[in-house]
């Protein structure tokens, strides 16, 4: 897992600041298992919509930091903000934008 997180972190755009190897790895785990519950284990949709690089392409990486912060009130989209930051919103709406699950499933 601590590879991964690396992959991810040497990745990551310039505007989303990388965590390091350690919280990076949390991050993946929730994205993985929590945000996978909804949006599928491969992020190609479900309950939620796909958070696929092609779903995503469209969307600004403000909105999708938003909504992982906030969630989406009327839909089942939870707030995340009392276990992430602001950092790691940034962090993992980069990595969705880059192609989240094809990396994740390179680096095993």
Avoid at 55 to 73: F, K
Wanted: aromatic share 4%.
């Amino acid at each position: 897992m601590r590879a991964l997180g690396l992959l991810l972190i040497a990745t990551a755009p310039a505007f989303a600041q990388a965590p390091d190897a350690d919280r990076a790895a949390e991050l993946v785990r929730i994205v993985r298992q929590d945000c996978g519950s909804c949006h599928g284990m491969r992020l190609t949709g479900g309950l939620g919509p796909a958070l696929t690089r092609e779903a995503l392409a469209e969307r600004p990486i403000d909105s999708l930091v938003a909504t992982i912060l906030h969630g989406r009130p009327g839909t089942p989209m939870p707030p995340w903000r009392a276990m992430l930051g602001e950092a790691d919103a940034q962090w993992i709406a980069a990595q969705l934008l880059r192609g989240f699950p094809e990396e994740a499933r390179a680096a095993r």
